[in-house]
């Protein structure tokens, strides 16, 4: 099901549905969490071995697993803690500098 | 299905990413564990009492809920959930309902250990069939860090500061697991985050459970606790090693160690890690420390008898 809310700060009090119920279960996948890193965490794949152990950890959702592995990081929602990082076994997570990883996307 | 990642991660994510929880929180990843461990093909409703995981999961209008979601105030989740679970068996003895559901409520150790003590209470003698799960951060996180009934003694909180005067929390804590175990429901678990493998198996059982069942998970938080984020695992981790929050479960009044130790640390490793201990390791303190380390190793022995594992020397 999906609830529109694009233009909500607009709506009047008879547009909300009655009890503040929402409507759309885990609509929270669309407000994006990523603006809050420090810290970006860079996976090196050829270090992986596919333990998975990053994925139970993270607390904000955020690694990627398609088909039983772990393919990226979803930046949407990473907020950088570092757990991923700190938990993997083989080092195949590093934490870098959000910034310089901007400004390095955006050259 | 066998406890292993490559099972798990099959599973459909029930907590979405962006709710609001701080960076390196303890409680969503302790959602998600639990989570994890739910049978398949059920429909679920979740209850949260008032605390971080309720405020910042369900932020209007967006919830991170993949799930039916009924909030309740601080002292009820539990009555809340009594009540949904009694309507949806009502229902279903109506045959207006088919589907498979299950109730589960997470609450902080404020909406348990006292808040909510009484509701909670209530609805494991009224054997309500939920599992409720305590994330337990030993204080009030959500409104800044003051003491709660979970808080260790000696620890530093903003209602019990530490000075010339104080040493922090002045008393124990209590033993809410053994509190809720003493209600004679089918399964109570004691259980950590950093060991996810027992606290899948654990809401494994809990689900699986004929009746109420209880687990009471370690969710570090290091806004109180005062760690950097990225050592939430590793501070829960030690708590287990160093018995401060040993891993076992009651399951029909039998009791089990789910972890055992091998090598115990002393309670000195796990509290220099955090800056809520910071003041015992200065001078004038050492004795609070000494009866800290006495008083758990004295629960630990208890627990031990309890599970009829063999008792250690001191």
């Known amino acids: 099901m999906t609830w529109d809310i694009h233009d909500i700060q607009k709506w009047s009090w008879r547009k909300h ?41 993270c607390p904000d959702s955020s690694i990627i697993v ?21 938990e993997c076994p083989r080092d195949a997570i590093e934490m870098k500098d959000e910034g310089e990883e901007t400004d390095k996307q955006n050259k | 299905m066998p406890t292993k990642l490559r099972n798990l991660v099959q599973k459909e994510e029930m907590l979405s990413g962006g709710h609001r929880l701080c960076a390196g929180c303890g409680a969503s990843v302790a959602v998600r564990q639990v989570l994890l461990g739910a049978p398949d093909n059920i429909q679920m409703v979740i209850g949260n009492p008032t605390g971080c995981l309720e405020v910042s999961t369900t932020i209007y209008p967006y919830t991170s809920w993949n799930t039916s979601f009924i909030h309740s105030a601080f002292e009820n989740a539990a009555s809340t959930m009594s009540g949904v679970e009694a309507a949806y068996q009502s229902m279903k003895a109506q045959g207006k309902i088919d589907e498979d559901y299950r ?61 010339k005067e104080s040493f922090g929390k002045k008393e124990n804590r209590k033993d809410m697991t053994l509190i809720a175990a003493a209600h004679n429901i089918p399964y109570v678990a004691q259980a ?24 009471n998970v370690l969710s570090p938080c290091h806004r109180g606790w005062r760690y950097p984020p990225e050592k939430t695992v590793e501070v829960a981790k030690l708590a287990v090693q160093s018995c401060i929050w040993p891993l ?44 800290l380390q006495q008083y758990i190793d004295r629960e630990w022995q208890k627990l031990l008898e309890r599970c009829g594992e063999e008792i250690e020397d001191l």
């Open chain 2, 103 to 163: 109730f589960v409520v997470f609450a902080g150790d404020g909406g348990t250990y006292d808040i909510g003590f009484q509701a909670l209470s209530g609805a494991l003698e009224r054997g309500h069939k939920m599992v409720y799960v305590c994330y337990n951060n030993e204080a009030y996180m959500n409104t800044g860090i003051q003491r709660s009934g979970a808080t260790l003694r000696g620890s530093w909180t903003t209602t019990s500061p530490h000075g």
């Open chain 1, 66 to 86: 398609e088909d039983g592995n772990v393919t990226g990081i979803n930046y949407d929602f990473c907020k950088g803690c570092g757990i991923c990082a700190t």
């Open chain 2, 192 to 215: 950590s985050i950093s060991h996810w493998k027992d606290l899948i198996r654990k809401s494994r059982k809990a689900f699986e459970a004929d009746g109420p069942a209880f687990i």
């Open chain 1, 17 to 57: 549905p009655l009890g503040g119920v929402i409507e759309d279960p885990g609509n929270s996948s669309k407000f994006k969490t990523g603006g809050w890193r420090t810290f970006r965490p860079v996976r090196n794949a050829l270090n992986c071995n596919q333990c998975l152990i990053c994925y139970i950890y």
């Open chain 2, 248 to 291: 076992y479960e009651v399951e029909n009044g039998k009791w089990k160690l789910t972890t055992k130790v091998r090598y115990k640390e002393s309670i000195e490793e796990y509290m220099r890690m955090q800056g809520r201990f910071a003041h015992l390791f200065k001078p004038g303190n050492e004795e609070v420390l000494a009866d």
